[in-house]
């Protein structure tokens, strides 16, 4: 076999290969074998059809298209692994030339990976939001919790805002009750906007046993998105009460025997998770720098494939979740078909440079991948997808998927090494220190132990498997 590579452009190659007529003698001895058990000759036993015989009846040109069929995968990667080619994506093959008994000639054309020089990226330089937090803020979480323990007692009077009314639903769409349409007891806080559209106006002023009918637009179930006319009817209305703030509450609600305790773990608990934001915008900014000082140029067929991907995962999975079609969820989003085409390209090119890139810092720097590093990542995979480490592992086993994790792994490692050494300031203009960890221990349930890493994260998001 010989093979020869035409560059194309930065991201694309032809390869001609010519196959000497010999060589592709254990593929005809499949071919003949594999008609030999699909069909049937008077005369002849199952599979003991002689070549000669095949040829007459069936023609040696069905021979000799099964015979290709099943060499050009193997000669077009021998081709690959001589010219030592990045390919990405399955190639376009054309047979130039194919004469019985002398030789195969044909051509296959096919994405590559981009040669990519990644320049000195210690410059970089990048502004992030400062970590403050105000009494205002703790104020706000405080409170919160405080919501979190109040009381309820039902009441005689009418429903008013902020009062949790138990109501009964019934929802018909041309006049007919939907199946999914019925819900009895359900519990609602009027001004929560947890329900419908329309339903705080409908109950407020209602006593129990009060009725009321109105129309909104279904937000789930069989008939998402169209108007219904709903009746409720209110069974209980009771009116919330909200503990004092002081020490006792603070021992109900924490582990703290004080309110002044309790709102400085508040106050920690705030700082943790601006700090963790804080990472998470100081990689998105260096990555978006060093992405411009990198010249990326990106396959078209890659980049066709990804926004289709990107919009299948979106239609098919996303919002048909939420029982959604892209029509109305472009609709809800205020955008334009062309906007939506355009960003969505936009991140698709974006994610495609962003593994690039990555990658190619992965083997300049010589980054590997630990058990340590692979298991941790694994954990924040599986309780983010909902499954326990053990089914997510399994997973990942049985879809092949393991380098793609331990590709991801590395790209964050890559990503991170771009940050240490990028200068990040806030805006105050203080050097932020990212490996500043606090040695104490982290309060439970802060964002540290909830939360992946932001420079996993990261690449993970802007970074689809080529």
Known sequence: MKSAVETLNPTRVRLSIEVPFEELKDSLDAAYKKINQQVTVKGFRKGKIPARVIDQRFGRGAVLEEAVNDALPKFYTDAVNEAELNVLGQPEVDITELKDGETLNFTAEVDVRPTIEIPDYSGIEVEVDAVEVTEEDVDEAVEQLRERFASTSPVERAAEDGDVVTIDLQAKVDGEVLEDGVADGVSYTIGSGELLEGIDDAVKGLEAGGEATFTSELKGGSAAGKEA?????????????????????????????????????SRKRLENMKQYDQATQAQERVLEKLLEIVEVPVPEKLLEDEINTRKHNLEHHQLGQMGLDLEKYLEIQGKTAEEFEAETKEAAVKGIKTQFVLDELVAKEKLNVNQEELTEHLMRRAASSGMSPDQFAQAVVQN???????????????????????????????????????????????????EETPAAAEAEEKAPEA
């Open 400 to 450: 092949n998927q393991v380098q793609l994790l331990v590709g991801e792994v590395a790209r964050g490692k890559a990503l991170a090494l771009v940050v240490e050494s990028s200068t990040v300031k806030d805006t105050n203009g203080e050097i932020v220190d990212l490996d500043d960890e606090d040695e104490d221990e982290t309060t439970e349930g802060s964002a540290e132990e909830t």
């Open 229 to 265: 006319e709903v009746s409720v009817k209110v069974t209980q209305v009771a009116a919330r009460e909200l503990p004092e703030l002081d020490d006792e509450f603070a021992q109900l609600a924490s582990e703290f025997d004080t309110l002044e305790e309790l709102r400085a773990d």
